[in-house]
């Protein structure tokens, strides 16, 4: 099984909490290092300031007498400085001046380790490894006297109350980056929470979203400007599935409707059938006319199942040129019969051709023109229209007659549907023409339209 995904929740909250230590950890390096920094600069201070003093002092030795003063002015100027190891000797390593603790490693002390300006070193020294760190720096100072022309003096400074400062700084600061970064993703929790509330709001609301209650829209206005979008996809899905559901009711009672015509018509002339003995001129009849209730079942089902195929994409039609003005001609000798009964006059006009399955672009013309056939009245016309442009080819079917009310327009493609319901007999299809035609269209690619005209209806086929 999968893990399931971590929440929204969760995962705003870490990043908000990460960040915040992010930011906090940064601040708090950032502080204790120029703490530290200061730290080294007031040592440098002092220590530097004892060089200059210890170099003046060197200056004016002159004699052998002021070389024996020195260590008494040395450690005059240390009077007061506590911590403060200084050390004065020759560059054969005899000591001229040192005090108590001024115990200084012998790198430092290298004469080719001696820099200008001097490097800092850090140390530890004592009765016991670690005691006691110290900072010092050491330089190359003249003195005044020709037998020594130049003496090593090293400084160093007990750096024990800044280091306890520091661990104890870095240890406060720590236990409140700790303490900050918890703090930070409570309340970033609690305001994630806050910000996906209407989220909660739109799952509770579709929640209550049923079969029998598709009417629930959500209320964009009421949502952040950022879930805007997203509700106004969920109510064009819910307005989609409300209308899908509404053609589904309406189809389901139509087929019922349809389907119950000629089996009622099958039962009831078979009951008639075997209330009595009758010759087999009489069954012969009967068996005829349940022969013609059984072909348009077969239709129906057969135009279902072609409906059923075109919704889930498994029409694949055939590419060929397909010559539509010659469809047209062969389709009116077809009806030519039916025509001449009704007075009707049947015109082209144009010419195109198209690349697609001929025997469903003649089917979906055929039932333009049947349809268009059926509902002319007696003496008017049925005109076949074919103009080719750089956009495709449009092929439309007018008839005359009366026109089809405006709320009728946009449904008289929907299964089943009619105008006009009156007008349904046995002698006419079961109100999937238009629908198969539609279909067809679509898997090619086109489109069909109606329109009313003025004195008629206009079908207009749109092929790329």
Known sequence: MSRRSESITFRLTLLFAAVSTAVLLTLGLLIGNTVEQHFVEQDMEVMTGKLQLAGRLLEKVRTPADLDS????????????????????ALDERTIFATSDAWFPPALLERGA???????????????QGTQPRRGIAALLPTGTPDLPSLVVAVSVDITHHEHFMTSFKRTL???????????????????????????AIRQGAAGVTASRL???????????????????????????EDSFRR???????LAHELRTPISNLMTETQVALTKARSAEEYRDVLASNAEEYERLARMISDMLFLAQADNGLILPNCEPVDLAAEARELFDFFDALAEDNALQLSLTGNGQVSG?????????????????????????????IETGSGGTTLA???????????????????FYRADPSRHGGGEGAGLGLTITRSILHAHGGEISARSLKDGVRFEMRMP
């Open 70 to 89: 020195l260590p008494a002015q040395l450690d005059d100027s240390l009077v007061g400085h506590h911590g403060l190891a200084l050390l004065v000797r």
């Open 114 to 128: 001696i820099r200008n300006p001097p490097r800092v070193r850090v140390w530890r020294q004592g009765g016991q």
């Open 174 to 200: 720590w236990l409140f980056v700790a303490v900050a970064a918890a703090l930070a993703g409570l309340l970033g929790w609690a305001a994630v929470r806050r910000g996906l509330a209407p989220l909660q």
């Open 215 to 241: 009417d629930y829209r959500l209320a964009v206005d009421s949502v952040p400007v950022e879930l805007a979008e997203l509700a106004e996809t969920l109510n064009a899905m819910l307005a989609r599935l």
């Open 248 to 254: 589904l009711k309406d189809f389901s009672s139509d």
């Open 357 to 385: 399955d001929k025997l469903m672009l003649r089917r979906a013309l055929a039932n333009l023109i049947s349809n268009a056939i059926r509902h002319t009245p007696t003496g008017g016309s049925v005109r076949v229209c």
């Open 397 to 415: 079917v007018e008839n005359s007659g009366d026109p089809i009310p405006q709320e009728h327009l946009p449904r008289i493609f929907d299964r």
